[in-house]
């Protein structure tokens, strides 16, 4: 299941990346206000790779469940995956961005996914702003509207995100499920 996420996960930052940067191209030979559509891009796109997170760490909670009971079953401790993945990627059942853990659960994944997300923020403001000034040098309140409906839909994804990960809403249902499957050891 990890692999799928990985390969889903960079698929969808190719894509998001190479129609971004074919976006800023077009606008400068063509038309500035493709620039408009570079927010949405990176929009879409970060919230894609936030859903496919979600899958990573669905998997990674039933996997620890799972190897706990074997370990508990077998009566020994060879199966440390989760513990690892915990140390390594990312902690389960704590609050975090996506994958962005802070304090002692910061990693290289973390960092990862701060970077990703900071470069897609940047590209996201610069597209928002020189696209909704390049719309309103032809038509001023389609630029308001423009502006609007970004805001609007930008805010609404945060809210929903930071409900399911940071809010962990996400791993506590999988944790009621995982309780009633696997009790906790």
Known sequence: MNAKYHARFFADVRYSVTVSVGLFVAAAGLDGRLLALIPVVALIGAAQTAFDASYLIFSRQYATRLERWLNQELGTGVLVANRLEDAYLFPLDKPKVVTLAGGSGFTW?????????????????????????????????????????????????????????????????????????????
Do not use: C, K
Not at 162 to 185: A, C, K, Q, S
């Open 109 to 185: 994944f973390g960092f990862m996914t701060a970077f990703y997300t900071v470069i897609g923020a940047l590209v996201f403001a610069v597209g928002l702003v020189g696209g909704a000034q390049a719309i309103a040098s032809s038509n001023r309140l389609v630029s308001v509207v423009y502006l609007l409906t970004m805001i609007v839909v930008t805010l609404i994804t945060l809210v929903v995100g930071w409900w399911w990960f940071p809010g962990g809403v996400g791993e506590r249902r999988l944790r009621h499920i995982l309780d009633e499957t696997f009790p906790p050891v």
